[in-house]
Structure formats: structure tokens, C-alpha cells
């Protein structure tokens, strides 16, 4: 399993990082990533990284976000700066075995808000 923490409410422009560690039950991991969804949309993708080093981001938080393992990639975290309103949704942990295929475990989802 993947528990994510670290979500809260922030003010515009704040930070936050949120933490996802995976269980012992989780293995042969190659690829971690964050997702998201806000109230009526579906969810994107926020970033991915594969075990080589190579991650990917979405558009929209190129320059704002990083993500990053610890050395075992058993956790995986998503630093977010500059935080906006639109960035305010339920942030899930994925992982999977296949790089950039659909991730075999997902993470309960914690959720981040931002106010103005």
C-alpha cells in the first residue's frame, strides 16, 4: 500500500511537500508519481520518475513543483512552491511496475487547498 501525507491548506504563493511511502506489500517499483483531481474534473497528472532519474511534468506546474525518491525509492515526495488556487485538489500517490504505463497501486489521496 501507499500512504501519502503532507496535504493541508496554504495560502497563495506557500509551499508544501507531500510525502508518499509505500509498504512492504508494494515491490518491483519502477515508476512513482503524483496525480490529481479537483471537484468536478477528472484526474491529471502532476509528475511522474522513472528508477533511471527521468521524470516528467505537467504544464502547468513546470518550475513550481519537483519531485523526488529517497535513495530506495520507497518513498516519493512532491515538493510544490508557489502554490496557486487552481492547484487546490485531492493529490493521489501512484505506483507501478511498467514505467509510464498505469500504476498498480494508488495511495488514499490527501488533500491540498489554497486560499487567496
Given at each position: 500500500?501507499?500512504v501519502?501525507s503532507?496535504?493541508?491548506?496554504?495560502?497563495?504563493?506557500?509551499?508544501?511537500?507531500?510525502?508518499?511511502?509505500?509498504?512492504g506489500?508494494?515491490?518491483?517499483?519502477n515508476?512513482?508519481?503524483?496525480y490529481?483531481?479537483?471537484?468536478?474534473?477528472?484526474?491529471?497528472?502532476?509528475?511522474?520518475?522513472?528508477?533511471?532519474?527521468?521524470?516528467?511534468?505537467?504544464?502547468?506546474?513546470?518550475?513550481?513543483?519537483?519531485?523526488?525518491?529517497?535513495?530506495?525509492?520507497?518513498?516519493?515526495y512532491?515538493q510544490?512552491?508557489?502554490?496557486?488556487l487552481?492547484?487546490?485538489?485531492?493529490?493521489?500517490?501512484?505506483?507501478?511496475?511498467?514505467?509510464?504505463?498505469?500504476?498498480?497501486?494508488?495511495?488514499?489521496?490527501?488533500?491540498?487547498?489554497?486560499?487567496?
Amino acid at each position: 500500500q501507499l500512504v501519502e501525507s503532507g496535504g493541508g491548506l496554504v495560502q497563495a504563493g506557500g509551499s508544501l511537500n507531500l510525502s508518499c511511502a509505500a509498504s512492504g506489500s508494494v515491490f518491483q517499483i519502477n515508476d512513482m508519481g503524483w496525480y490529481r483531481q479537483a471537484p468536478g474534473k477528472q484526474r491529471e497528472l502532476v509528475a511522474r520518475t522513472i528508477r533511471d532519474g527521468a521524470s516528467m511534468y505537467a504544464n502547468s506546474v513546470k518550475g513550481r513543483f519537483t519531485i523526488s525518491t529517497d535513495k530506495g525509492r520507497n518513498t516519493v515526495y512532491l515538493q510544490m512552491n508557489s502554490l496557486k488556487l487552481e492547484d487546490t485538489a485531492v493529490y493521489y500517490c501512484g505506483a507501478g511496475r511498467f514505467a509510464f504505463m498505469s500504476y498498480d497501486y494508488w495511495g488514499q489521496g490527501t488533500q491540498v487547498t489554497v486560499s487567496s
